[in-house]
Antibody, heavy 119, light 111 residues
Framework: EVQLVESGGRVVRPGGSLRLSCAAS????????MSWVRQAPGKGLEWVGG????????DYVDSVRGRFSTSRDNAKNSLYLQMNSLRVEDTALYFC????????????WGQGTLVTVSS | QSALTQPASVSGSPGQSISISCTGS?????????VSWYQHHPGKAPKLIIY???QRPSGVSNRFSGSRSGNTASLTISGLQAEDEADYYC???????????FGSGTKVTVL
C-alpha cells in the first residue's frame, strides 16, 4: 500500500524551529519529486515547497523562502521540512505529497501533521 | 505568487451537473497547460481527481471531468451525489518544474 506518514508537528514559540518528517512506503521513493502543502485553520491549501527526485532542485513559496528548507534521504525513504524563524502565520496542518512520476500533480498525500506557532 | 481564483462556493441538487472555474494568468495556467484538481473532505487527505487538465487517475469516477481554455481551467461534476460534498482545489505550475500554486478553493454543497 502506498503510504505517506508525516510527523514532528507540535506547539512552538514564534521564532522557534521545527523539523517535520514524512515517511514513505509502498513505492519507489526516488522515482518521485515531493512537495509540502499546508492548510492554515479555515483556509485553503497552499503549496509550501518542493524537491525533485534526487534532492538537487528545491523551490519555495516566497513567504517561507530563506526560513524553510526541504530535503530528502532516499536511502531512508524520507522527506524533511526544516522550519526556522517560525511565525504565527505558519500555523497550519502540513501535508507531504507525492508528485506523479509522469508529470505534475500530487497523486498521494499524507494525513498531515499540525504545527501551531503560539506564544 | 497569488492563488488561482475559484468561486468560494457552488451548490447543486443530486443528479445535477455543476462546474467550478479556476482562473489564473499567462504565468501559470496560461503557460503550463498542466492543471490538476483535488477533492478534499475536511479531516482527510486531499485526493487527486484530474491531472494534466483533463486526465482522470485510475479509480476516479467518470462523473468528474476537466478542461482548460486560455488562462482558465474548469472542473465539471455530473450526476452530483451526496459524497461529492467537499472542498475542491485546482493547482498549476507557476514557475519551473517544482513551483506550484493552488486555487483559493471551492466548497461544493449538495442540496
Amino acid at each position: 500500500e502506498v503510504q505517506l506518514v508525516e510527523s514532528g508537528g507540535r506547539v512552538v514559540r514564534p521564532g522557534g524551529s521545527l523539523r517535520l518528517s514524512c515517511a514513505a512506503s509502498g513505492f519507489i521513493f526516488d522515482d518521485h519529486g515531493m512537495s509540502w502543502v499546508r492548510q492554515a485553520p479555515g483556509k485553503g491549501l497552499e503549496w509550501v515547497g518542493g524537491i525533485n527526485w534526487s534532492g538537487t532542485i528545491t523551490d519555495y513559496v516566497d513567504s517561507v523562502r530563506g526560513r524553510f528548507s526541504t530535503s530528502r534521504d532516499n536511502a531512508k525513504n524520507s522527506l524533511y521540512l526544516q522550519m526556522n524563524s517560525l511565525r504565527v502565520e505558519d500555523t497550519a496542518l502540513y501535508f507531504c505529497a507525492r508528485v506523479r512520476s509522469a508529470g505534475p500533480g500530487f497523486d498521494c498525500w499524507g494525513q498531515g501533521t499540525l504545527v501551531t506557532v503560539s506564544s | 505568487q497569488s492563488a488561482l481564483t475559484q468561486p468560494a462556493s457552488v451548490s447543486g441538487s443530486p443528479g445535477q451537473s455543476i462546474s467550478i472555474s479556476c482562473t489564473g494568468s499567462s504565468s501559470d495556467i496560461g503557460s503550463s497547460h498542466l492543471v490538476s484538481w483535488y477533492q478534499h473532505h475536511p479531516g482527510k487527505a486531499p485526493k487527486l481527481i484530474i491531472y494534466e487538465n483533463r486526465q482522470r487517475p485510475s479509480g476516479v469516477s467518470n462523473r468528474f471531468s476537466g478542461s482548460r481554455s486560455g488562462n482558465t481551467a474548469s472542473l465539471t461534476i455530473s450526476g452530483l451525489q451526496a459524497e461529492d460534498e467537499a472542498d475542491y482545489y485546482c493547482c498549476s505550475y507557476a514557475r519551473g518544474l517544482t513551483f506550484d500554486v493552488f486555487g483559493s478553493g471551492t466548497k461544493v454543497t449538495v442540496l
